[in-house]
Antibody, heavy 116, light 110 residues
C-alpha cells in the first residue's frame, strides 16, 4: 500500500532553517510528483512547491521562491523540503503529498514550531 | 497567485444537498480541467474527494460530485450525513505550473 512517512516535529529559532523528509513506499517513487503543502494553526492549506523525483524538476509558489529548497534521494525513495530564514509565521504543519489523480496520498504531517 | 475564493461556511440538514463554490480566474480554474477537492477533519491530513473537476477516487461515495463552469468550480454533496461535517478545500492547477488552494469552507451538518 502507498505510504508517505514524514520526519518528526521540529522546533527552530527565528532565522534558522528546517529540513523535512518524506519517505515513500508502496509505489515507484520516480513516477509521481511530490507536493509540499503547509497549514498554519487554524488556517487553510497553502501550496509551497513540488518536485518530480525522476527529473528533479521543481515548481514553487511565488511566495516561497528563494526560501524553499526541494531535493530528493531516489536511492531511498525520499523527498526533502528545506525552508530557510524561518520566522514565527512559518509555524505550521507541513505535509507532503503524491500527485496522481489529485493529491491522493498524504504524509502524516510534520509540525514545525518557530519560537525564540 | 491569489487563493481561490470559497464561502467561509455552509450548512445543511441530514439528507439535504449542499454545493460549495470555488471561484478563480482564467489563469487557474478557467484554464484547465485540473480542479480537485479535499475534505479535512480536525487534526487529520486532507483527503481527496474529487480530482480533475469531476473524477471520483475509487471507493468514494457517489454522494460527492464535482463540476465547473467558466472560472468557478463546484462541489456538491447529496444526502448529507453527520460524518460529512469537515473543512473542504478546492485546488486548481495554474498557468504558472503550480497549484493554488481555496481558503476553505467549513461544512456544518445541522
Amino acid at each position: 500500500q502507498v505510504q508517505l512517512v514524514q520526519s518528526g516535529a521540529e522546533v527552530r529559532k527565528p532565522g534558522a532553517s528546517v529540513k523535512v523528509s518524506c519517505k515513500a513506499s508502496g509505489y515507484t517513487f520516480t513516477n509521481h510528483e511530490i507536493f509540499w503543502v503547509r497549514q498554519a494553526p487554524g488556517q487553510g492549506l497553502e501550496f509551497m512547491a513540488w518536485i518530480h523525483p525522476d527529473s528533479g524538476n521543481t515548481g514553487y509558489a511565488q511566495k516561497f521562491e528563494g526560501r524553499v529548497i526541494m531535493t530528493r534521494d531516489t536511492s531511498i525513495s525520499t523527498a526533502y523540503m528545506e525552508l530557510i530564514s524561518l520566522s514565527s509565521e512559518d509555524t505550521a504543519v507541513y505535509y507532503c503529498a503524491r500527485n496522481a489523480l489529485g493529491l491522493h496520498y498524504w504524509g502524516q504531517g510534520t509540525l514545525v514550531t518557530v519560537s525564540s | 497567485q491569489s487563493a481561490l475564493t470559497q464561502p467561509a461556511s455552509v450548512s445543511g440538514s441530514p439528507g439535504q444537498s449542499i454545493t460549495i463554490s470555488c471561484t478563480g480566474t482564467s489563469s487557474d480554474v478557467g484554464a484547465y480541467n485540473y480542479v480537485s477537492w479535499y475534505q479535512q477533519h480536525p487534526g487529520k491530513a486532507p483527503k481527496v474527494m474529487i480530482y480533475d473537476v469531476s473524477g471520483r477516487p475509487s471507493g468514494l461515495s457517489n454522494r460527492f460530485s464535482g463540476s465547473k463552469s467558466g472560472n468557478t468550480a463546484f462541489l456538491t454533496i447529496s444526502g448529507l450525513q453527520a460524518e460529512d461535517e469537515a473543512d473542504y478545500y478546492c485546488c486548481s492547477y495554474t498557468t504558472s505550473r503550480t497549484v493554488v488552494f481555496g481558503g476553505g469552507t467549513k461544512l456544518t451538518v445541522l
